[in-house]
């Protein structure tokens, strides 16, 4: 026991400040989208950076990302127990060699490319094709930033991955600024930022493997491609991509789809997914990676009852959350875009696209954090088969109802079905888990579906007062110039009405969660002076790794 307690208590305080970087890198995500919103609001323009930033984009997070955690850091972690330097060494090499080659390739195809792949999308096609070529070696620069992180991550360093993005939404940010008087337009110095960051990212990470003793260079392709580890690799990344492609793609067909219902809606799709993601990212995120480890526990001891009740603790945490943040944020959408982001090139009706999008979005709030929970009791278990059938399954959903809802309700349809398509693969999970009876299974699902219905009834109250104080609120304050008056102002008054009577009526029912949850952040704010930062358990804080 005594060699195990100060690992698990390194593992918690790592954890505590992995969470907290990730949470500075969701707010500068933010941050990033606002200024791109006074770059170039939703106009052509900007719907002309959506299209060649996501092409690369798609391509990072289908190789690199999926990569890193599925294939290449088991196998390096295997190297790092059974094998001498020198092997060590030569399949970092080889490594390193075999995805310069394949990213170098997939770069100067994208670039060659370009003209031929835009023209799946309605934009600008010249202009769409010069940004898409400019952005693509963002590919091969976050690919081997990806590499680095592995590596770290494999030796259980994980802080500067953690702060990686952090220095790709400031120079996102900031270089746009400096370089805009040099560019023919806005959206080109937007560009340059994004490949300033994919450059500091790589950077960023590079010393601290050298410092770790880590040493790889260039080797022939055949000696490469025959070294049995990135063999390994490879073929554990091939499945993988199958399933990670059915995500993936809903992007790319419904940003080809929003690209033909009208100017801006793909660009005001994008940041109002920005803002469920920053949702998603403080609390989903963080309760699934908790959960994932204690799931894998329970299930090597086949402790299911344990197993159904810790997920359905779990479920009913995010509902708490989601549900009235979702209720909330479709009464107060409007005044919640126009503070972020109504400025320059952000105008009025940018506003009013991306509400309407934000609304529909909100919808789906509690399907989409629940399916980021409901996957970590297969992947507990060892099955991977039935999530990814069902991701499948939410795919062919979500693209059949953007095409339909995209032709009734505009950029809304598309958001709105990826809130049903997201419902869709929360059913389907569910019945998967009813399916494999396990202990207590059924009481905790039945449970949780109690209890959404029971907030969503609690949201739905607090909502009545305050919509009705919207219409003075709005009248007292929106004709002012300043956005930070109409749109603040009755934001906050909303926000205190809403928190008011939510929390009220908790109390009232004596809801069981939310004091369980105010417990257990009391008795760690209590101990946090005697036992410092790493104190706690995943129970007790409900803390852990976000989704950077």
Same mark, same amino acid.
């Given at each position: 026991?005594?060699?195990?307690?100060?690992?698990?208590?390194?593992?918690?305080?790592?954890?505590?400040?992995?969470?907290?970087?990730?949470?500075?890198?969701?707010?500068?995500?933010?941050?990033?989208?606002?200024?791109?919103?006074?770059?170039?609001?939703?106009?052509?323009?900007?719907?002309?950076?959506?299209? &060649?930033?996501?092409?690369? /984009?798609?391509?990072?997070?289908?190789?690199?990302?999926?990569?890193?955690?599925?294939?290449?850091?088991?196998?390096?972690?295997?190297?790092?127990?059974?094998?001498?330097?020198?092997?060590?060494?030569?399949?970092?090499?080889?490594?390193?060699?075999?995805?310069?080659?394949?990213?170098?390739?997939?770069?100067?195809?994208?670039?060659?490319?370009?003209?031929?792949?835009?023209?799946?999308?309605?934009?600008?096609?010249?202009?769409?094709?010069?940004?898409?070529?400019?952005?693509?070696?963002?590919?091969?620069?976050?690919?081997?930033?990806?590499?680095?992180?592995?590596?770290? /991550?494999?030796?259980?360093?994980?802080?500067?991955?953690?702060?990686?993005?952090?220095?790709?939404?400031?120079?996102?940010?900031?270089?746009?600024?400096?370089?805009?008087?040099?560019?023919?337009?806005?959206?080109?110095?937007?560009?340059?930022?994004?490949?300033?960051?994919?450059?500091?990212?790589?950077?960023?990470?590079?010393?601290?493997?050298?410092?770790?003793?880590?040493?790889?260079?260039?080797?022939?392709?055949?000696?490469?491609?025959?070294?049995?580890?990135?063999?390994?690799?490879?073929?554990?990344?091939?499945?993988?991509?199958?399933?990670?492609?059915?995500?993936?793609?809903?992007?790319?067909?419904?940003?080809?789809?929003?690209?033909?219902?009208?100017?801006?809606?793909?660009?005001?799709?994008?940041?109002?997914?920005?803002?469920?993601?920053?949702?998603?990212?403080?609390?989903?995120?963080?309760?699934?990676?908790?959960?994932?480890?204690?799931?894998?526990?329970?299930?090597?001891?086949?402790?299911?009852?344990?197993?159904?009740?810790?997920?359905?603790?779990?479920?009913?945490?995010?509902?708490?959350?989601?549900?009235?943040?979702?209720?909330?944020?479709?009464?107060?959408?409007?005044?919640?875009?126009?503070?972020?982001?109504?400025?320059?090139?952000?105008?009025?009706?940018?506003?009013?696209?991306?509400?309407?999008?934000?609304?529909?979005?909100?919808?789906?709030?509690?399907?989409?954090?629940?399916?980021?929970?409901?996957?970590?009791?297969?992947?507990?278990?060892?099955?991977?088969? /039935?999530?990814?059938?069902?991701?499948?399954?939410?795919?062919?959903?979500?693209?059949?109802?953007?095409?339909?809802?995209?032709?009734?309700?505009?950029? &809304?349809?598309?958001?709105?079905?990826?809130?049903?398509?997201?419902?869709?693969?929360?059913?389907?999970?569910?019945?998967?888990?009813?399916?494999?009876?396990?202990?207590?299974?059924?009481?905790?699902?039945?449970?949780?579906?109690?209890?959404?219905?029971?907030?969503?009834?609690?949201?739905?109250?607090?909502?009545?007062?305050?919509?009705?104080?919207?219409?003075?609120?709005?009248?007292?304050?929106?004709?002012?110039?300043?956005?930070?008056?109409?749109?603040?102002?009755?934001?906050?008054?909303?926000?205190?009405?809403?928190?008011?009577?939510?929390?009220?009526?908790?109390?009232?029912?004596?809801?069981?969660?939310?004091?369980?949850?105010?417990?257990?952040?009391?008795?760690?704010?209590?101990?946090?002076?005697?036992?410092?930062?790493?104190? &706690?358990?995943?129970?007790?804080?409900?803390?852990?790794?976000?989704?950077?």
């Amino acid at each position: 026991m005594s060699d195990e307690a100060p690992d698990a208590g390194r593992m918690v305080r790592e954890s505590g400040r992995l969470s907290l970087l990730t949470m500075v890198s969701r707010v500068l995500g933010l941050v990033r989208e606002m200024t791109r919103a006074a770059f170039m609001g939703t106009a052509g323009l900007a719907d002309s950076f959506t299209i &060649g930033f996501m092409i690369p /984009n798609f391509l990072r997070r289908l190789f690199a990302e999926g990569s890193v955690a599925v294939a290449f850091i088991p196998t390096f972690k295997g190297y790092l127990h059974d094998a001498d330097i020198g092997e060590r060494e030569e399949f970092l090499s080889a490594m390193f060699s075999a995805l310069t080659l394949l990213v170098g390739l997939a770069t100067a195809l994208g670039i060659a490319a370009a003209p031929l792949v835009v023209g799946l999308f309605d934009a600008e096609p010249v202009e769409t094709a010069i940004l898409t070529r400019l952005m693509f070696p963002y590919l091969a620069l976050v690919s081997f930033a990806a590499f680095l992180q592995g590596i770290l /991550n494999s030796v259980g360093v994980f802080g500067p991955a953690a702060f990686a993005p952090i220095l790709f939404n400031i120079c996102f940010i900031t270089v746009p600024w400096a370089v805009s008087r040099f560019t023919a337009n806005p959206a080109r110095a937007m560009a340059v930022g994004v490949l300033a960051g994919g450059l500091a990212q790589a950077l960023w990470q590079l010393p601290y493997v050298l410092r770790k003793g880590f040493r790889f260079g260039f080797v022939g392709p055949r000696r490469a491609f025959r070294n049995p580890g990135v063999r390994r690799v490879l073929a554990l990344i091939a499945p993988t991509i199958v399933g990670m492609a059915a995500y993936q793609l809903n992007d790319l067909v419904c940003t080809a789809v929003a690209s033909r219902t009208g100017v801006g809606v793909a660009t005001a799709l994008t940041f109002s997914l920005r803002l469920q993601e920053l949702i998603l990212g403080i609390f989903a995120v963080s309760v699934g990676t908790v959960l994932l480890p204690e799931l894998a526990g329970l299930a090597a001891g086949r402790d299911w009852k344990s197993f159904s009740e810790s997920l359905g603790r779990a479920l009913d945490a995010i509902a708490l959350v989601t549900v009235p943040v979702a209720v909330f944020s479709m009464i107060a959408g409007r005044d919640i875009v126009s503070l972020l982001f109504e400025a320059r090139e952000f105008d009025a009706s940018s506003v009013d696209l991306t509400t309407g999008a934000f609304f529909w979005h909100m919808t789906g709030l509690f399907f989409i954090a629940a399916n980021r929970l409901l996957a970590p009791a297969f992947y507990a278990r060892g099955d991977t088969r /039935n999530p990814t059938w069902a991701g499948v399954a939410s795919f062919g959903t979500n693209i059949a109802l953007a095409i339909v809802l995209a032709a009734l309700m505009g950029g &809304g349809g598309i958001a709105f079905a990826l809130s049903l398509a997201s419902a869709v693969n929360t059913v389907i999970l569910v019945a998967m888990l009813l399916r494999a009876r396990l202990e207590g299974m059924e009481a905790a699902l039945r449970g949780t579906l109690a209890y959404v219905a029971k907030l969503a009834l609690l949201s739905g109250l607090a909502a009545v007062p305050t919509v009705l104080v919207a219409g003075p609120l709005e009248r007292a304050f929106g004709a002012s110039s300043s956005r930070f008056v109409s749109a603040g102002l009755p934001l906050l008054a909303k926000t205190l009405v809403f928190g008011a009577v939510g929390i009220g009526t908790l109390v009232l029912t004596k809801d069981r969660v939310a004091l369980f949850l105010f417990s257990a952040v009391a008795r760690r704010g209590r101990r946090a002076p005697a036992a410092g930062a790493g104190a &706690g358990s995943a129970k007790d804080g409900n803390s852990g790794v976000g989704g950077a």
